[in-house]
């Protein structure tokens, strides 16, 4: 397992214990703890979709559920979307493209943080869509994002591909939308208030 967590790059200490489910009452916590295990979601290469404002805690959420699919001994790998790109864009420069996408059929997930910061560049696009493509229905993603689908439009420059990228994500998915306010500025003016009082 510690091999499997140092392989991962996932964020440490971000697991579902130091997560205040409490602050987001549309989650369930059986729910949540489902994902962690992983089991018949993970076998089906079925996919998780984060959504919300920056702050709401989707890159805790999404790190949680990786940690937990780990301890019940899945590979999975964490990377920030951006990171991501610049590596499949560096690999398809060296024509080695489908060698790095092969390369995660090692991983039984694959967490992609923050996909709506991916600028909407014909280039970093079509990377982005074949990385979605290789993972369909063959490994599962789980994505954090605050665009909704309709906003797409900003992440991919042409129509076709931001309706095919999101038709093969919601497929077969579970998608959790985190619309609640920023947990860091609650946090922030909760010590405001606390250093007034």
Known sequence: MAARLKSSHLPYGKTLSSFDLSC??????LH????????????????????GPSGVGKSHLASAIGHGLIHHGYQVMYT????????????????????LLAKLDRFDGVILDDLGYASKDQSEASVLFELIS??????????????????????????????????????H?????LNVPSYRKR????KINKETN
């Open 80 to 99: 920030r979307t951006t990171e991501s790109i610049q590596q499949l864009q560096a690999a398809r420069r060296d024509l080695c493209l489908p060698q």
């Open 173 to 177: 998915s579970t998608i959790l939308e």
């Open 32 to 51: 949540i703890e489902a994902l962690c295990a992983g089991h018949e979601w993970v076998r089906q290469a079925h996919n998780v979709l984060l959504f």
């Open 24 to 29: 987001i009452p549309n989650l369930k916590k």
């Open 134 to 171: 290789q993972a369909y229905e063959r490994r599962s993603l789980i994505i954090t994002c605050n665009h909704v689908f309709k906003e797409w439009d900003n992440i991919f420059p042409e129509k076709a591909m931001t309706i095919a990228a999101i038709d093969r994500l919601i497929h």
């Open 187 to 190: 946090t922030a003016q909760a």
